[in-house]
């Protein structure tokens, strides 16, 4: 039987792998994935996989050729970075949308990654903040791992009340790993929910979004407005 053999890109991580330690394959900076074939658009249709909300990263994992990469171990910046090329890969850098009536075209191989200070990372994902008020905590950039941790809490609440969407403090709560020093899981939650100022969260959240590393998936539409690409199952198969 004849050998195929499938073409491969290798894929440059937004964090250079700055954020993951040395004997994690990640530490490179660098993906090989291989092109998209019918085997992955089996993937993507596999109805068990779209209600389990894992069709992603069991996409991900049929296209990384190193198979000692750990898809729960990649942040998140990183993971869009290899979903976008993973769509370039199978269905080319063209993407269509709409928005507000209007269809919208994007090329997605000019997606550049956010400008980041590569001296602000380090291999434990580990960094440190200070609010206006003196208040120092410590936080984490999210990983795969973290994301199920908090979809499994958010889930949680959902059964305990249908009308319940803790979702910005939930995260909040996962990112942030101590308090002036108290890594406690309690102490972490109380400041989260009594103590942290709306305003105080906000600023958080736009050092981070600014800190981290991550593809900048902002594009002006035809009517000048600026709009983030989501990035789900509708990013390869519009019609799913």
Known sequence: ??????????????????????????????????????????????????????????????????????????????????????RILGYGKEYKFEYNGYQETVDLSELENKEINEDNLNDKNDFSYEFENGTKITYRLLTGTDEKKIQKELDGYKKLNPDSEPTLTT??????????????KKTIREFVDNYLLARDSRAFRDHINTTQPD????????????????IGLSFFWPDL
Not at 43 to 66: C, E, F, M, P
Not at 215 to 230: H, W
Request: proline content about 4%; hydrophobic content about 35%; overall charge negative.
């Open 1 to 86: 039987m004849a050998e195929f053999k499938f073409p491969t890109e290798e894929i440059e991580l937004p964090s250079k792998g700055l954020v993951y330690p040395n004997d994690n394959p990640l530490s490179s900076g660098k993906v090989e994935m291989k092109y998209m074939t019918a085997k992955e658009e089996d993937i993507l249709t596999n109805q068990a996989y779209i209600r389990k909300g894992t069709v992603l990263d069991k996409l991900l994992k049929s296209l990384i050729i190193d198979k000692k990469i750990n898809i729960d171990d990649l942040i998140v910046g990183d993971k869009n970075s290899l979903l976008i090329a993973s």
């Open 171 to 184: 995260r909040l709560k996962h990112v942030i790993t101590s308090v002036n020093g108290d890594e406690e």
């Open 215 to 230: 593809v900048d998936l902002n594009v002006t539409t035809r009517g000048g407005r600026e709009v983030s690409i989501p």
